[in-house]
C-alpha cells in the first residue's frame, strides 16, 4: 500500500549476506534505526551478491538465522525479496521494488563505508539517490573520501541531520555513527570450521541453529587478524551493489 510522506516515518534498508548474523550486525542495525529515527528496518539478505564472494550457508538457513536473531524486536523486519527474486540481488531493483509499494514514504539505504565508497561500481548506482536517502555507517578511523563521479552525483546532498531524513522521500546523505564492534562473519565461519563455539558472538537463538546444522564444515575461512579477514569484514556491512 502506497503512504504519502508524512503518513509515515522512514524506512531502512539494510542489506548484505548475514553469512552468519551476528552482533556487529544487529548493533549497528539498531543504532542507525534510533539515530535516524526510523519507522523500522528491512534486513535484506542477499540471493546473489555482485561484487563480493558468495554465501556459504544456504539462502533458508541465512534467513531463518536472521529471523531468529530479531525475533523480539519489531522494528527489525526480515525481508526476503532478493531471496524469493533469484538472480544477481541489485540494490536498485530492491528500491524500486520499496519505493513503488511504499509511495513517498521516506526510504534510506543503509551503508558500511567502504560499500559506500565502492557505489560507482555498482549496477545502475547514478538511480540510488533517486530512491533513497543514503545513510552511510560511520566508524572510529574511517575517512569518507568518495572519488570524483560519486562526489559529483552527492554533491549537495550532505544532510543537516537526521530528523531531515523524514522530511523528503529520497536524495540526502547522512553519516550516523555507531558504537564499533569488532566481529566478522568471516572470522565467525573459520571458528566453526575449527570446532570452536561462538558463544556471545552471535544470538544465542542464532548460535544454536549454526551449532545444530554444521554448515561451514572444515571450510576454513581466514584467519581472525588477517589481511584477508579484515577485507572479508569491510564488506559485511552495507547492501550489496
Known sequence: MSAALGQGGPIGVFGGTFDPVHH????????VLEGCGLEQLRLVPAH????????????????????????????LVVDDRELRRGGPSYTVDTLAELRAEVGNQPLCLVLGADA?????????????PGLAHLVVVERPGTRLEPDAALAGLLAGRR???AAALARSSAGLLWQ?????????????????ASGGDPRFLVPEAVRELLMASRCYPSIAGPAAGSKEAQRSAKQETGITG
Not at 56 to 61: K, N, T, Y
Not at 116 to 123: A, I, K
Not at 185 to 192: E, P, Q, T
Open 24 to 31: 556487529g550486525h544487529l548493533r549497528t542495525a539498531l543504532e
Open 176 to 192: 550516523q555513527p555507531v558504537t564499533p564492534l569488532d566481529i566478522s562473519a568471516s572470522a565467525i565461519r573459520a571458528l566453526l
Open 48 to 75: 546473489v551478491p555482485p561484487h563480493r564472494p558468495q554465501p556459504r550457508a544456504p539462502a533458508d538457513l541465512r534467513l531463518e538465522m536472521l529471523r531468529r536473531a530479531v525475533a523480539g524486536e519489531p522494528r
Open 159 to 161: 544532510s543537516p541531520d
Open 116 to 128: 559506500f565508497l565502492g557505489l560507482p561500481g555498482w549496477h545502475r548506482w547514478r538511480e540510488l
